[in-house]
């Protein structure tokens, strides 16, 4: 069977990954989801229409991947209403400086991948690489790449952000 993946592999993958990037917008979430599909190949013991079997396990990965995406920030929302309600005043200046880095943090977080923003929060929460990889349907070995991915490219938009709302100023 593994003949057979590389030859599904050889012969699909560039196509399928342009149709993914068309879709995401993303190429890097494109291979990861291109990358997925392959590996569910393997574990088929036949499939007959290759081409429409590839495609039609693509889509339901990425329609599957928005379902996720939309209860999580539904709950998200909730969340932040609760911490929003509870929380306990702070020193005028202090509150309104972390209120505007949490912002900037949060917006950061959510200009990342859904896969990518996964990974680093489950990863926070203490997840190791084999539940990170399990959870987010991702080989063992791509979770560590995914979160380096993921951490540089928090970084980048945290520092935008800051840059445009004029945060990066030096210290007088």
């Not at 057979?4 to 989801?33: I, P, S």
């Not at 990518?116 to 990863?123: G, I, S, T, V």
């Not at 063992?140 to 490219?153: I, M, N, P």
């Amino acid at each position: 069977m593994s003949a057979d993946v590389e030859r599904l592999f050889k012969t699909y993958h560039g196509t399928l990954v342009r149709y993914l990037t068309r879709r995401l917008g993303d190429r890097d979430w494109a291979e990861e989801v291109a990358q997925e599909t392959f590996v569910r190949a393997l574990r088929q013991d036949a499939i007959m229409n290759e081409r429409a079997w590839l495609f039609a396990v693509a889509t339901n990965l990425v329609r599957d991947e928005a379902r996720k995406d939309a209860r999580r920030r539904h709950h998200l929302e909730l969340l932040r209403a609760e911490v929003e309600e509870n929380a306990e005043p702070e020193p005028e200046g202090v509150s309104a400086e972390r209120a505007q880095d949490a912002a900037m943090a949060r917006k950061a977080l959510e200009a990342l991948a859904e896969r990518d923003r996964n990974a680093l929060l489950m990863k926070e929460e203490g997840l190791d690489y084999h539940e990170i990889a399990a959870a987010l349907d991702l080989s063992f070995g791509s979770v560590g790449t995914t979160l380096a991915r993921a951490r540089k490219r928090l970084a980048e938009a945290y520092e935008a952000l800051q840059s445009e709302g004029g945060r990066g100023h030096a210290a007088s």
